[in-house]
């Protein structure tokens, strides 16, 4: 297998693409076409019949967009599940603590994940470290994911591609294989190989 490609059929979990991610107060945000790039990415996917697993935050704080019962709770309507692909409800911010996931996986006979979603330094970031280490062969694709502009603990204001940055340098060789959906769909709609069999 080419240690830089995911095989074809892994499953492509798409991590809190809820409405309440578009809320002004989280201020900045980079990666502007992540929305589109995982919408192409999940029409591939889907075209394929290949497996593709969704995660959704349930907040049980009041004051939370992702609450239940508020607007923001509802899937982002490009990428929304469609009859079929398995709901992962969580409430904390990684996919696997609280979850079925890491047993749904494992009784489904999948150990690959190609993962998108927000945010990356919180949710995307602790689910990919969580997956590394349980064992899966996980791939987060960079512009399929995004955060936003924050202050770092010495004070010094960092843009939302900054913080994007160095998560996915923090996670690259250790936990997964960053790749980018321009990568996944040129060899995927190619239709080479990616194993090299």
């Known amino acids: ?12 979990l798409l991590i809190d693409l809820q409405r309440a991610i578009d809320h ?14 995982i919408g192409r990415l999940l029409a591939h996917w889907r075209s ?7 995660v959704r935050h349930d907040s049980t ?10 607007p923001g709770h509802e899937f982002k309507p ?3 599940p469609i009859a079929g692909e398995p709901l992962i409800p969580k409430q904390t911010n990684s996919a696997f603590i609280g979850t079925d996931l890491e047993a749904r996986l494992r009784s489904a006979g999948h150990d690959t994940l190609v993962v998108a979603g927000v945010i990356t330094n ?35 204001p960092r843009s939302a591609e900054d913080v994007h940055a160095m998560s996915l340098a923090n ?6 294989t960053v790749v980018t959906s321009d990568l996944l769909s040129s060899i995927f709609s190619s239709g080479a190989n990616p194993n090299g069999g």
């Open 78 to 80: 490009a990428v929304a």
């Open 24 to 37: 002004p107060s989280w201020g900045t945000r980079n990666n502007p076409d992540a929305e589109m790039k």
């Open 122 to 156: 919180n949710s995307v970031e602790a689910t990919v470290r969580m997956a590394g280490n349980l064992g899966f062969h996980t791939y987060l694709v960079a512009d399929g994911c995004f955060t936003f502009a924050r202050t770092d603990w010495n004070g010094t």
């Open 1 to 12: 297998m080419h240690p830089h490609l995911p095989p074809p059929g892994a499953v492509l």
């Open 61 to 70: 704080d009041p004051r939370s967009h992702y609450r239940p019962g508020q």
């Open 48 to 54: 394929r019949g290949w497996p593709v697993w969704h």
């Open 171 to 176: 996670l690259h060789a250790e936990y997964c």
